[in-house]
T-cell receptor, first 116, second 114 residues
């Protein structure tokens, strides 16, 4: 069974631009969560989507948004990029929403975003 | 919200020795505690997890212990091997509906010396 795939793997943008990252979950998984990983702040929860609805959102500004499609694939968008948005953006999929027993999260390899 | 502290930030052990990484959490409602291993250029990989109704869980050379009263949990790796070298993250969360995603510790860089 294929794992979580994320595209693109690397991206370079300049301040003020916007970016869209894509995530395809493991086949059969319906929940997708997004995390930001930086050396200073570590891994931080961005948001979770299930059945095309955002269930939870972390403490990030409104410039960070996402959506989920009917096939469970998800995209996240960052508008008006800032230097501090440079990070590894990780997507994690799970069978259902939440983290109840048997519903572990599995991560993709991430998209490395560099903002110049 | 939840806050997870992880120690040490770097741990160097001789091959074959044991390694222990410790984490504390702040939210007494947290009941799910996974551990992830991240190798260079890859995403975190789930290696073991424990839920608050269990005090200890073991999977071959890896074990996790949980002390709910003290709000801390630990990862134990025995008979360490070179392929165990990586960054390890602990995390905590409430399970079920209303979960706010995983809250991670800052990570431990485990170095296995030959």
């Amino acid at each position: 069974k294929a794992g979580v795939t994320q595209t693109p793997r690397y991206l370079i943008k300049t301040r003020g631009q916007q970016v869209t990252l894509s995530c395809s979950p493991i086949s059969g998984h319906r929940s997708v969560s997004w995390y930001q990983q930086t050396p200073g702040q570590g891994l931080q929860f961005l948001f979770e989507y299930f059945s095309e609805t955002q269930r939870n959102k972390g403490n990030f500004p409104g410039r960070f948004s996402g959506r989920q499609f009917s096939n469970s694939r998800s995209e996240m968008n960052v508008s008006t990029l800032e230097l501090g948005d440079s990070a590894l953006y990780l997507c994690a999929s799970s069978l259902a929403a939440g983290l109840a027993g048997g519903n572990e999260q599995f991560f993709g390899p991430g998209t490395r975003l560099t903002v110049l | 919200g939840e806050n997870v502290e992880q120690h040490p930030s770097t741990l160097s052990v001789q091959e074959g020795d044991s390694a222990v990484i410790k984490c504390t959490y702040s939210d007494s409602a947290s009941n799910y505690f996974p551990w992830y291993k991240q190798e260079l250029g890859k995403g975190p990989q789930l290696i073991i997890d424990i839920r608050s109704n269990v005090g200890e869980k073991k999977d071959q050379r890896i074990a996790v212990t949980l002390n709910k009263t003290a709000k801390h949990f630990s990862l134990h790796i025995t008979e360490t091997q070179p392929e165990d070298s990586a960054v390890y993250f602990c995390a905590a969360s409430r399970s079920g509906g209303g979960a706010d995603g995983l809250t991670f510790g800052k990570g431990t860089h485990l170095i296995i010396q030959p």
